[in-house]
């Protein structure tokens, strides 16, 4: 069963063009992360939330924003796409300080 | 500097070898550790959580020296289904459930 969703699971969009990646699980966790990965190389933490407490690392982009409307979704928005932001993203959950399960990530494609 | 660093490799083995991998991390607050395994174009999963009196999972041993700030991953008998990404991981702190990834080191177990 799963228990961390993404959706979708690729997506290909037009420079510039936003575009929304969805995250939804079961688990009930208080914390959804998002994570940024490139071809060969470690994941990257965009930000997360704490419940409701939106964490921003400091260098994620302003053209990245997010929404946790519940405790079962987490949404990334990119506002204008970037040849540079075609990448994996993965979300995960957690209690706090417990361990990370990830979602089967989403290949974002910029044409 | 990177702050959770790992030989990339590739480390190319035969069947039935037993192969260690290591990992350094910079910051001596770090206060979890973790081995993650990452298959090609897939999430990361757990592999097991690292202890400072070591512990063992089977064919995986880990150990963890905070003097040193270094983990390591011993595979014995390598199977072929052990052929992935190997990501050395460190939590900051206790408090905010933030993972640091290494880039990870490739392993391929060949017949």
Redesign the interface.
């Known amino acids: 069963d799963a228990m961390v969703i993404q959706n979708p699971r690729y997506q290909v969009t037009q420079f510039g063009k936003p575009v929304t990646l969805s995250c939804s699980q079961t688990l009930n966790h208080n914390v959804m992360y998002w994570y940024q990965q490139k071809s060969s190389q470690a994941p990257k933490l965009l930000f997360h939330y704490y419940d409701k407490d939106f964490n921003n690392e400091a260098d994620t982009p302003d053209n990245f924003q997010s929404r946790r409307p519940n405790t079962s979704f987490c949404f990334l928005d990119i506002r204008s796409p970037g040849l540079g932001d075609a990448a994996m993203y993965l979300c995960a959950t957690s209690r706090v300080s417990d361990t990370q399960y990830f979602g089967p990530g989403t290949r974002l494609t910029v044409l | 500097r990177k702050e959770?660093e790992q030989d990339?490799g590739p480390f190319n083995v035969p069947e039935g070898a037993t192969v260690a991998f290591n990992c350094t991390y910079s910051n001596s607050a770090s206060?979890?550790f973790?081995w993650y395994r990452q298959d090609c174009?897939?999430?990361?999963?757990?592999l097991m959580?690292v202890y400072s009196s070591g512990n063992e999972d089977g064919r995986f041993t880990a150990q963890l020296n905070r003097a040193s700030q270094y983990i390591s991953l011993l595979i014995r008998d390598s199977k072929l289904s052990d052929s992935a990404t190997y990501?050395c991981v460190v939590?900051r702190?206790?408090?905010?459930?933030?993972?640091?990834?290494?880039?990870?080191t490739t392993l391929q177990v060949k017949p």
């Open positions: 959770v990339p206060q979890s973790f174009r897939k999430e990361p999963k757990l959580s990501l939590g702190s206790s408090n905010t459930g933030k993972l640091i990834f290494g880039q990870g």
